[in-house]
């Protein structure tokens, strides 16, 4: 066991070691989030909402308004940048998203309520900073950036301006927009109000070429709109197109960071010699681009490591046959594909039980509870009963001895290993280029389903080592074989990209792909935990809880019903 301990240890010290790293980096870098101050505060109808705030040295501030499904840790760059501006900075979480409580509604978008916890986040802001609402800006992106736009509509206290990022206001026909939301922005009357005048505040549109919630051609007809009636003196709307860049990120791109800080700094007066460079932006995507890499390196040259040298199925006291042997690699790689059907079946009646439990609901991540979760369902059955297609015997899983050979030693590492790939993900979660992970919230709703969709997705990662054990004895070539099962597996997440694509989301497409990323990152840590534990239950409790912990957070809760 000296190269199984000698990886492990590798392992742990070299997340450590990246971790901390990204740490002293990222904080170094934006000295001014180290001032974080939490807040919270209450709009109209009684919903909580968890914010932070940046003191600033400037009497100027901003209100960073993040998108649908997305939480105020994505805006910790554009935080960044307006902090070294000297700016006050305040950022939240819309009700049902990231760490504010409560739920959002199906019909969100034809409702003006999380346009009124804008003017309840401008009204803490000011009691906060002493600022009035002229001497401030809001930065919007997508769901964001819309109801920003329509809180000016309704608030007759103008700010100084808005910065609308991919606003999700359509006034023309938007295949992917009236999917999700089921509403036509056309017959919305706050939206058919706009003019040059209303809202009474400066608008500057920034939206990407291959932008598909505000494709250039939308933004052009929703400049328009804003520019209706327009006269000498009337409040400014500029917009502007970036070249090669999607939705997803609009917000993370330097290119969108060079147009906004000039214009807000001319929008709140500020002197001249203050910071407009987008420096921040990039150094922040380049180190976390570093760390992703550096992440995904050691996690993968530790599996391959362990795989090479044979650890991942070393034998040791109390280790058993599992019973299952190959008969027919390609009618059973057939099955692999063929049995997603019937296991998203049985997973998604499974997630219809969940709609009973008294808690928002974060519908986008069924997706992963449906397929992982009913696959594992469906196919622990076949192979306990010696029926799955292409392989004989049943599966006898020895899981009771697992644990009963696992030595003190064996715990210590499983520990060390779990403790350092979920630090490590857990930053990269928050550095503001992925979503803050759910287990750093205080308990809530999220954090109630990350137990929940942990044990229902558990069974789905426990099959796959069987299979792989079996393959080990059977398949020829070894390497073909894995992969082809790696493809099987991935199969159903790429059909959902593939879905997207097809309706034209490019947004939908790249959230997908990088799901697929997330799924595979926790795919490379199993034979890891499984090879520390010796233990494949504990391997496949944990690959499951990561999964839900990077995705978790990216969803929001919904309420079904009034």
């Not at 606003?167 to 295949?175: D, E, F, M």
């Not at 287990?439 to 069974?459: C, E, I, M, N, Q």
Request: net charge neutral; charged share 15%; glycine share 10%.
């Amino acid at each position: 066991m000296v190269h199984t301990r000698t990886a492990v240890k590798a392992l742990a010290l070299a997340l450590a070691a990246t971790s901390v790293a990204s740490l002293v980096f990222l904080y170094g870098n934006d000295p001014e989030l180290l001032a974080r101050q939490g807040t919270t505060f209450v709009d109209p109808s009684g919903d909580v909402l968890v914010g932070s705030y940046y003191p600033g040295s400037v009497p100027r501030g901003a209100i960073l308004l993040h998108g649908f499904s997305g939480e105020q840790a994505a805006m910790k760059g554009i935080a960044s940048e307006m902090a070294s501006m000297g700016l006050h900075v305040l950022t939240f979480d819309f009700s049902g998203h990231g760490l504010s409580p409560g739920t959002i509604t199906l019909d969100n978008a034809r409702l003006d309520r999380l346009a009124r916890q804008v003017i309840a986040a401008k009204e803490q802001f000011g009691a906060i900073t002493g600022l009035n609402q002229s001497e401030i800006v809001l930065v919007g992106h997508s769901m964001g950036a819309r109801v920003a736009i329509e809180a000016e509509v309704i608030d007759s206290e103008p700010v100084a301006g808005i910065v609308a990022l991919g606003a999700s206001i359509n006034l023309l026909p938007n295949v992917q927009s009236e999917f999700f939301t089921g509403t036509s922005d056309a017959d919305i009357p706050w939206i058919q109000g706009l003019n040059a005048t209303n809202p009474g505040v400066g608008i500057l549109l920034i939206t990407g070429e291959w932008d598909d919630v505000l494709p250039p051609a939308a933004a052009d007809a929703l400049a328009a709109k804003l520019r209706e009636g327009s006269y000498p003196g009337s409040p400014e709307r500029r917009l502007e197109v970036v070249a090669a860049t999607v939705h997803n990120y609009e917000i993370y791109s330097p290119a969108v960071v060079a147009l906004a800080k000039p214009w807000i700094a001319a929008r709140l007066g500020l002197a001249t010699g203050t910071d407009t460079t987008p420096h921040r932006t990039i150094s922040r995507s380049a180190w976390w681009a570093l760390f992703a890499v550096a992440l995904f390196g050691v996690v993968f040259a530790a599996t391959w490591l362990v795989k090479g040298k044979g650890l991942a199925n070393q034998t040791h006291d109390g280790a058993i046959d599992n019973g299952l042997e190959l008969r027919n690699f390609k009618r059973f790689v057939a099955a692999k594909f063929l049995l997603w059907i019937p296991g998203a079946l049985v997973g998604f009646g499974a997630t219809l039980l969940l709609l009973a439990l008294p808690l928002g609901l974060p519908v986008f991540n069924l997706i992963y509870v449906a397929f992982i979760g009913g696959h594992g369902i469906l196919l622990s059955v076949l192979y306990r009963r010696g029926k799955m297609p292409g392989t004989a015997g049943r599966l006898v899983t020895g899981i009771k001895r697992e644990f009963e050979a696992m030595t003190s030693r064996d715990w210590a590492r499983a520990a060390l290993t779990i403790g350092a790939v979920t630090t490590a993900c857990l930053l990269a979660c928050n550095t503001g280029l992925a979503s803050a992970a759910p287990v750093v919230y205080p308990f809530s709703d999220r954090t109630a389903w990350l137990a929940v969709f942990t044990g229902l997705t558990a069974l789905g990662f426990l099959i796959a080592p069987f299979e792989a054990e079996m393959l080990a004895r059977e398949a020829r070539p070894r390497s073909l074989a894995g992969l082809v099962l790696g493809i099987a597996g991935l199969f159903p997440f790429m059909l959902v990209a593939a879905f997207f694509g097809a309706i034209g989301s490019t947004s939908g497409m790249v959230g997908a792909l990088q799901g697929l990323v997330s799924i595979g990152l926790v795919l490379a840590c199993g034979p890891l935990v499984n090879t520390a534990s010796r233990n494949k239950l504990i391997a496949a409790i944990f690959q499951a809880f990561l999964l839900q912990l990077i995705v978790g957070s990216q969803g929001a809760l919904f309420a079904l019903t009034g």
